[in-house]
């Protein structure tokens, strides 16, 4: 790119972009979940769609079991694809979610089936719901929350007719399905070094690359609260484990709730920190490739429904304003794009000089 057109980029429009500025500042993407009921919400789907802003999505329900094979060999793409149709129009990265979950799951697919049963409908689920997505998934989360908070495998139905070969055998499956998808193990509470569960963690990820597993990544969920959010060096210190294992992480689920409403603005500034310790940790890890927000908006937030009382977690709040945390971010990759401190695509100096050039003239401007 000329560096003249680059200037004009990034002085033209005084809106700062997600997407655009972790892109400059070394990521691979800036992204947000999206359901399905949103779809017809056109203020938010006008920002859903903005690549600038939000350059992944993720289908936030549309491709769970229950809403992909709600009843035995009969597949449905309707939500799923109705949120993958979006990416497809805008050219966002899709990180597609979820294949093999035990929650969300139809009572069918946890009835007492031997070894033998469950590898062939964990078989025919991956080979028809990753064959209907394929060539259209960035990554897959082929398996999601297999352990429990203390380390311990669930006793998910999957689990309980197979042991962890369900896991291996997962992996096998997607990865002769949809060779080009990144594929992916998804949990929560493995962003804090050093617990249980990140324990187990590894010690699984071991175990089924040594059976013949190709995990290509480690997703990090990262739902957290305000004010007890993990340390930027808590973060990296567990992707730094997690880098011995696997060629890519990601942050897919981020959302930093309060957990006393209404909130002050000094809240509002302590949400802002800890946003910034997971964007700052990512930045810093040669191997996380992005972040992913789960919703941008608290109109859509999960949060309120799951821990009443508590919410505020998104980025942008019920009306679409963005809060103090989406300016930090900002700010972040833009100090982190002009110090050249990208960690997966470097920016050139003289890249980053006229990004720094710019963002002050466009400052100047808006001023
Ligand atoms: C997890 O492993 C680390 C590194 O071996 C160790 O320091 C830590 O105590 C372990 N945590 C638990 C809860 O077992």
Known sequence: MQLSTLLLAV???????????????????????????????QGYMKIARDKDEFGQITPANGQKWSNTESSQGRFGYGSGDAIANVAKQTGQLLRCHTLVWYNQLPSWVSSNYNKDQMQRIITTHIQNVAGHYKGQCYAWDVVNEAFEDDGKFRQSAMYRAMGVDYITHSFKVASQTDPGAKLYYNDFNIE????????????????IKAAGAPVDGIGMQGHSRVGKSP????LMDTMARFSELVSELAYTEIDIRHTKLPTSAADREQQAKDYLDVVAACLETPKCVGITIWDYTDQYSWIPGQYPGEGEACLFDKSLNKKPAYTSIISLFQSAASAGLGSATPVPASVARTITVATTLATATTA
Not at 13 to 36: I, M, S
Not at 231 to 234: A, F, H, N, T, V
């Open 231 to 234: 340390s930027k060096k808590e």
């Open 11 to 41: 002085a033209v429009p005084a809106a700062c972009q997600l997407d655009k500025w972790a892109k400059a500042a070394g990521l691979k993407y800036f992204g947000t979940a999206v359901d399905n009921p949103s779809l017809s919400n």
């Open 192 to 207: 804090r070094c050093c617990n249980a569960k990140i324990n187990a963690t590894i010690a699984m990820i071991k175990t």
